[in-house]
């Protein structure tokens, strides 16, 4: 493997100066630069990235730890991280927790260890746990995602997931629903407790009885969210369900079909993130669509701002969702 001091006697210059080169400096000129660009395409030279990041204090590296990587969500967001970074000359690498805690903390461990520039945490965690907030602890530039955790001052990037909520189960209700269920994501996490409280929050609105609503908490996956609908149906019929996520939504569908429950003759149904086989289920699936990749750009662009200034104070970007409207959700006249 070519090293810098062959590119250095290939192009018949310093090694200064092909570092200044490597740095684009413009006080090399420009006959002697392209003579050390030559050399380094000649070489097939690959500066040392460990080497740089000794000198420099940075690894040009920023770590995405998402709960779960096959959700079509941070997908997206991932991929708006992903933009902004590369354009910025910044690698983006993906951690997947799988929503554990202590596998979360083992890839904050390692990205501390590793020293990566900084951190864009959808977390597992609804509290800071002591390892994180202890005094003296210098955590990496952090940006939350998604999701708050209590006890850690950091920018954030959420959407509105309490208005979310609210938009889609106000439309429920103005299709006729009375008796309404609800399937949201586990307990204490804030986007699961956030569009549970705006179902609930429409629902008093509307004078809707206590005794009328049920609702369920799973675990944002699609056998989850199968059981907990196969409960709520032993006990209820409700004629309206939100189901607050994509997975879920799938997993909800599959229930209600093996059981014969026909959308929306039987049951209006809306469900969470609008996902490209809501427009082309049979029937279509009423949605609250996420910004999802705007959340990821806008993400990184509060972490780019975050490297450059590290002390300015934190913000918090709430973005808004909106609801598409389809077949699940209306009966026919």
């Given amino acids: 493997m070519a090293t810098i001091h062959d590119v250095a006697a290939q192009a018949g210059v310093s090694v200064a100066t092909v570092s200044r080169v490597l740095n684009d400096n413009a006080a090399v000129n ?17 500066p040392s990235h460990v080497a740089r990041s000794m000198r420099t204090q940075r690894t040009s590296i920023v770590a995405v730890v998402v709960p779960d990587v096959e959700n079509p969500f941070f997908t997206s967001v991932v991929r708006g991280i992903e933009d902004v970074a590369r354009a910025a000359g910044l690698l983006a690498v993906l951690c997947n927790s ?11 461990r390692l990205v501390e260890d590793q020293r990566v520039d900084g951190v864009i ?14 005094p003296g602890k210098a955590l990496p530039p952090l940006v939350l995602i998604d999701r708050e955790v209590a006890g850690i001052k950091a920018d954030v990037v959420l959407v509105d997931n309490k208005q979310g909520a609210r938009e889609a ?7 006729g629903a009375r008796t309404l269920a609800c399937i949201t994501g586990p307990e204490k996490v804030s986007t699961a407790e956030e569009r ?42 409700p ?25 929306p003759h039987d049951l209006l149904l809306a469900g969470y993130d609008d996902e490209p086989w809501s427009g082309s289920w049979k029937p279509s699936i009423t949605s609250v669509a996420q910004p999802a990749r705007e959340v990821g750009k806008a993400a990184m662009r509060l972490m780019l701002d975050r490297l450059e200034e590290p002390n300015r104070p934190t913000q918090r970007i ?15 006249a």
Avoid at 30 to 46: G, T
Avoid at 98 to 108: F, K, N, T
Wanted: glycine share 4%; charged share 25%; hydrophobic share 45%.
């Fill in 30 to 46: 420009a006959e002697m630069a392209a003579r050390v660009r030559a050399a380094i395409a000649e070489l097939d030279y690959r």
């Fill in 98 to 108: 799988d929503d554990q805690p202590d596998a979360e903390m083992r890839y904050l």
């Fill in 121 to 134: 945490l959808a977390s597992a965690m609804s509290a800071a746990p002591e390892e994180l907030v202890r």
């Fill in 169 to 175: 189960t106000e439309h429920l209700l103005d299709g």
């Fill in 196 to 237: 549970l409280a705006g179902f609930l929050a429409a629902a008093s609105d509307r004078g809707i009885p206590r005794r009328d609503i049920t609702f369920r908490h799973a675990d944002f996956r699609s056998a989850g969210a199968r059981a907990a609908l196969r409960d709520i149906l032993t006990s209820t019929r």
């Fill in 239 to 263: 004629d309206a369900l939100l189901v607050c996520n994509n997975q879920m939504t799938l997993g909800a569908l599959q229930e209600l079909a093996d059981g014969n429950v026909r959308i």
């Fill in 318 to 332: 709430t973005m808004q969702p909106s609801l598409v409207i389809r077949e699940s959700s209306q009966r026919a």
